[in-house]
């Protein structure tokens, strides 16, 4: 059933592909095949395995317990946080606290996860902004 | 003697200092990314990738450094397989068979020094392969012109989604998908912009890097989240020694898998895992009642070993000869070479004699760094195992953030790699193989530019895509490959299940 849903899915969007491809508008300065028919040959190639997939599904896989999906969606939520998070506070706070949130997560107690991911994340951000030249944000909030 | 000078010429370039010193490093981060599960040789590569950026390396040695972490990863995966039966990577999964047997047995030293030393042989052997096929492959696809590398790209492809995965079907949605992905950003000869929906981020296109931390490393912290970790492990490794007799016992075997395995290698798609299972099936078979395969046999360990180095070298061939990776780590290789300046392809033999050379020197010095790092120190590296998985998850993550934020310096590529992370880990779950996804993306662009140029030759002629016998032979490999799931089906029957390169 999971694989008829993903095949629909990919040849919904093969199809969005293809329609966006064929709204391209094309100067006459192009070259004789043009930005489009790539995108139609993809287009298709993914359309017609999707469609196999639909007649043709494996069986279902084993997703993770009910009790983990909370979980889940509090990492994948910190990533996207974290995304948002890194100018405004720093990498050296953001950091520490995505740590620490996951070290949690994987079984730590609070005062080892906090403790391990600041030195953790102290340690390479002098490793890469001293040592290697690489710029990290120290955070609008500091500064 | 051309190669000799050549090869001289490249000691030259590997045995400065810095060089040098980065042989090292790679050997010892392929080694620990080896050693440890959860951290695989992509995205061990991918996440060094951003440092060769940040301190300007000349483009020979960040390849020497992260040739240096694929090749290594081969030789640390065995350890866990053979100490612990929890296989690093999923090139030594048939290892853990016999070398399991073996630790149980009181022989995990020789156990681990074969595996050490049938590396070490696969994988010298395997550049001399690399040094002698190489120029000879370069030469002649020099003169390729955009139809026979549309179609060398449509067989890669080919190839590549017949032995990635389980299911063809999957792995051709997966390579489509990445294609698509390749397709975003600044048309580069129309100069419109294609499926960047309005976002300024994706101009400039999706960026290889973010693309491959997010379906590998990040989807893999999902993966580690889900499956019951395990804790802390101690293993003991004992005295490390082989007996002469047994060496000798093993050295056709040794021979044999790894001329398997640098012609697997080779093939874009079959990569090392295909390489260390179809070894240990046909040396099992081979051997017959000769051995006893399956109970603790130490060629059931240096077959698997020996196929998975030389493969690596192999797979060197035709990244470096027609711009062509046919996995997820050389793929991502490629991206780097390109951002740094040097598209490979046969035009590297003669404009960038150093990349290839030093590369091919550099593979000699690090499998004998590799030997001294996995005999004498192989404990060492055994103790990382008590590093708890609450801390080392977390500390890759932080690496990767600083990878991908360290692209553009914009947070945007933060966000992409969350929404990748998720994708790889459905992608996992539901049996799409990831690599194809990567390729398609990294190869995606050099593909449609072909394909322009030749209809651009030929004013519009689809007919000039199979005008030439190279072309037309491609081609028929092309759809020949996809046939390729049923045999090797066939061949997983007859005695186990090996697992997929991803």
Same mark, same amino acid.
């Given at each position: 059933m999971t694989d008829r849903i993903v095949g629909a899915l990919f040849l919904l969007l093969a199809v969005a592909y293809a329609l966006e491809a064929s709204r391209m508008q094309v100067g006459f300065l192009s070259d004789p095949l043009g930005p489009r028919p790539f995108p139609y040959i993809i287009a298709a190639l993914v359309g017609l395995s999707a469609l196999w997939l639909l007649f043709r599904p494996d069986p279902d896989p084993t997703w993770p317990p009910r009790?983990?999906?909370p979980t889940f969606g509090l990492v994948l939520l910190s990533l996207v946080a974290?995304?948002?998070?890194?100018l405004p506070l720093g990498f050296i706070l953001t950091t520490t606290l995505e740590m620490t949130?996951?070290?949690?997560?994987?079984?730590?107690?609070?005062?080892?996860?906090?403790?391990?991911?600041?030195?953790?994340?102290?340690?390479?951000?002098?490793?890469?902004?001293e040592g290697l030249g690489v710029s990290l944000p120290v955070g609008r909030i500091f500064g | 003697m051309d190669i000799l000078q050549a090869l001289m010429n490249g000691f030259g370039v590997a045995f400065q200092p810095l060089n040098l010193l980065l042989v090292v490093l790679g050997c010892l981060v392929g080694t620990l990314i080896g050693v440890l599960p959860g951290i695989g040789p992509i995205s061990g590569v991918a996440l060094l990738v951003p440092l060769t950026f940040a301190l300007k390396m000349p483009p020979e040695s960040a390849l020497i450094l992260l040739a240096g972490i694929y090749y290594g990863a081969m030789y640390g995966g065995s350890t866990t397989s053979i100490l612990l039966n929890i296989p690093g990577e999923t090139s030594s999964v048939v290892t853990a068979i016999d070398g399991n047997k073996l630790a149980k047995q009181g022989q995990a030293g020789p156990a681990l020094a074969m595996a050490a030393w049938g590396s070490f042989i696969a994988g010298t052997l395997s550049v001399v392969g690399l040094m002698t096929l190489g120029p000879l492959l370069a030469q002649w696809a020099i003169r390729f012109g955009p139809a026979e590398y549309f179609a060398l790209m449509v067989f890669g492809f080919s190839t590549l989604s017949a032995l990635a995965g389980k299911n063809l079907f999957k792995a051709l949605i997966a390579t489509g998908f990445g294609l698509m992905l390749a397709t975003v950003g600044q048309d580069p000869q129309s100069g419109i912009s294609r499926y960047t929906f309005g976002f300024l981020q994706l101009e400039d296109g999706m960026d290889f890097l973010v693309v491959a931390i997010g379906l590998f490393a990040v989807s893999e912290v999902l993966m580690i989240l889900e499956e019951k970790t395990p804790g802390a492990i101690r293993a003991q490794v004992g005295r490390i020694y082989l007996s002469f007799k047994d060496f000798m016992a093993s050295l056709l075997t040794i021979l044999r898998s790894s001329v398997m395995g640098f012609l697997i290698g080779v093939l874009p798609g079959a990569g090392a895992s295909i390489a260390s299972f179809v070894a240990y099936t046909t040396e099992k078979r081979l051997l017959g009642s000769k051995a006893r395969f399956g109970e603790g046999d130490l060629r059931g360990v240096a077959a698997p070993e020996s196929a998975n180095n030389a493969a690596a070298g192999g797979a060197m061939i035709p990244?470096?000869?027609?711009g062509l990776p046919?996995?997820?780590?050389?793929?991502i290789m490629l991206g780097a070479l390109v951002s740094l300046g040097v598209t490979p392809g046969p035009q590297m033999f003669e404009k960038n004699p150093e990349v290839v050379w030093g590369l091919i020197a550099s593979m000699y010095v690090g499998n004998a760094v590799l030997l001294l790092l996995n005999l004498p120190l192989v404990g060492l590296f055994v103790r990382l195992l008590a590093v708890p998985a609450w801390f080392l998850i977390p500390a890759v993550l932080a690496i990767s953030f600083i990878g991908v934020y360290a692209v553009n310096n914009n947070p945007f590529d933060l966000l992409l790699m969350a929404v990748f992370g998720l994708l790889g880990y459905l992608m996992r779950k539901l049996d799409f193989?990831? *690599?194809?996804?990567?390729?398609?993306?990294?190869? @995606? =662009? +050099?593909?449609?530019?072909?394909?322009?140029? *030749?209809?651009?030759?030929?004013?519009?002629?689809? @007919? =000039? +895509?199979?005008?030439?016998?190279?072309?037309?032979?491609?081609w028929v490999l092309a759809v020949l490959s996809l046939f390729a799931p049923a045999i090797l089906a066939r061949l997983r029957k007859q005695g186990l299940g090996g697992d997929d390169e991803l």
């Open positions: 009790h983990l999906w974290y995304a948002y998070l890194l949130l996951l070290s949690l997560l994987f079984g730590a107690r609070w005062w080892q996860g906090l403790g391990g991911a600041l030195a953790f994340t102290l340690a390479v951000y002098f490793l890469f902004t | 990244l470096l000869t027609l046919g996995s997820g780590t050389t793929a193989p990831l *690599a194809p996804v990567l390729l398609g993306l990294v190869l @995606g =662009y +050099l593909m449609e530019i072909n394909l322009r140029r *030749a209809m651009t030759i030929s004013n519009g002629d689809v @007919g =000039y +895509l199979f005008s030439s016998p190279i072309a037309v032979v491609l």
